[in-house]
């Protein structure tokens, strides 16, 4: 039973440290996992072979880039599952366990490195 309760309590103090208080409002932050460039396919009959054997239409193909260790305030819109992308531009966002859904909002990037399991914070107000 005590074991349960530990790691209850772990859970609750995982969920409550992702949510900070910014000027009276509660911000969601989200670990970044990578940063991606757009590359749109040359011929609209591109097909990408899954790693589960099924052929499938190609859209946009997504290749790993780095950014400078900052500060950035961007506009993201949710494309999918732990994937945003940054408006005007090619630049898209993987991140972990993130479920803001985001349409065009303004929320602060904060890059720390560019290699490793975490490469930084997103931060929605």
Do not use: H, W
């Amino acid at each position: 039973m005590k074991k349960v309760t530990i790691i209850l309590s772990l859970f609750v103090l995982m969920i409550c440290t992702s949510f900070k208080m910014k000027e009276g409002k509660l911000s969601t932050t989200c670990d970044v996992a990578n940063f991606y460039s757009a590359v749109e396919p040359k011929d609209r009959d591109t097909k990408v072979l899954t790693s589960s054997g099924d052929l499938e239409e190609v859209d946009v193909i997504l290749v790993p880039t780095k950014l400078d260790i900052d500060t950035y305030k961007v506009k993201l819109t949710r494309k999918g599952s732990n994937l945003y992308k940054v408006e005007q531009t090619d630049l898209y966002i993987e991140t972990k366990y993130c479920y803001e859904y985001a349409t065009y909002e303004e929320v602060i990037l904060k890059v720390t490195s560019s290699y490793g399991y975490t490469k930084g914070t997103l931060i929605f107000d």
